[in-house]
Nanobody
Framework: QVQLVESGGDLVQPGGSLRLSCAAS?????????MGWYRQAPGKQRELVAT???????NYADPVKGRFTISRDIFKNTAYLQMNSLKPEDTAVYYC????????????WGQGTQVTVSS
């Protein structure tokens, strides 16, 4: 059974930084085609934040470009999201995602970690 465990969410002041971690278990690192982070703010739909493929290609949503950095430790089967220059509008529950391509794409999700940016 695939499990994704996120950590690192917290309350932080505007301009501050946080580092989120997502540890994947129950799935071989060689099977993962990509990992990513999504977020959902109250009353809004879940949205993409950043993704990284097995080959290391990254993709970022426009609102976080230049401020957030996604990375992956393949041997630890863990993804990270370094978030700098945080803004109140970054407040959301952040979800880790892992996807695998077979006949169809299969997505796995973590339970989420709360990030609150407020003074």
């Amino acid at each position: 059974q695939v499990q994704l465990v996120e950590s690192g969410g917290d309350l932080v002041q505007p301009g501050g930084s946080l580092r989120l971690s997502c540890a994947a278990s129950g799935i071989s690192r060689f099977s993962i085609d990509g990992m990513g982070w999504y977020r959902q703010a109250p009353g809004k739909q879940r949205e993409l934040v950043a993704t990284i493929t097995s080959g290391g290609v990254t993709n970022y949503a426009d609102p976080v470009k230049g401020r957030f950095t996604i990375s992956r430790d393949i041997f630890k089967n863990t993804a990270y999201l370094q978030m700098n220059s945080l803004k109140p509008e970054d407040t959301a529950v952040y979800y880790c995602n892992v996807y695998v391509f077979g006949d169809v794409r299969v997505d796995y999700w973590g339970q989420g970690t709360q990030v609150t940016v407020s003074s």
